[in-house]
Nanobody
Framework: VQLQASGGGLVQAGDSLRLSCAPS??????????LGWFRQAPGMEREFVAA????????LYADSVKGRFGILRDSVTDTVTLQMNSLKPEDTAVYYC????????????????????WGQGTQVTVSS
């Protein structure tokens, strides 16, 4: 499955931004997928941001974004979104969505190697 991420941009600290990720060629519902967002700042390794299990009922967040970001999967539109509130300059990064084959409820993978499919990345820049 190919993933298309969108919604990045340049915002000021304290602003909100919503990222979206949609599959092409195959739907998220055709195979059970856990979905996640990672980010990579310049000179840094890619890091986990948030994940949601195949049912949409279980979510996991990195401590750095807990309480500010929300991940939601919509089975009707077949998308996964990342709502980012109270953005900080340290949130500046390229954000990637990923899909991981999942076989059980509550599976919210937080490691890069668990994900088989990735989107192309979308840039988020937060100015101070």
């Amino acid at each position: 499955v190919q993933l298309q991420a969108s919604g990045g941009g340049l915002v000021q600290a304290g602003d909100s931004l919503r990222l979206s990720c949609a599959p092409s060629g195959r739907t998220f519902a055709s195979v059970s997928y856990a979905l996640g967002w990672f980010r990579q700042a310049p000179g840094m390794e890619r890091e986990f941001v948030a994940a949601v299990d195949w049912s949409g009922g279980k979510r996991l967040y990195a401590d750095s974004v807990k309480g500010r970001f929300g991940i939601l999967r919509d089975s009707v539109t077949d998308t996964v979104t990342l709502q980012m509130n109270s953005l900080k300059p340290e949130d500046t990064a390229v954000y990637y969505c990923g899909a991981a084959a999942s076989s059980y409820y509550g599976h919210t993978p937080s490691h890069e190697y668990e994900y088989a499919y990735w989107g192309q990345g979308t840039q988020v820049t937060v100015s101070s």
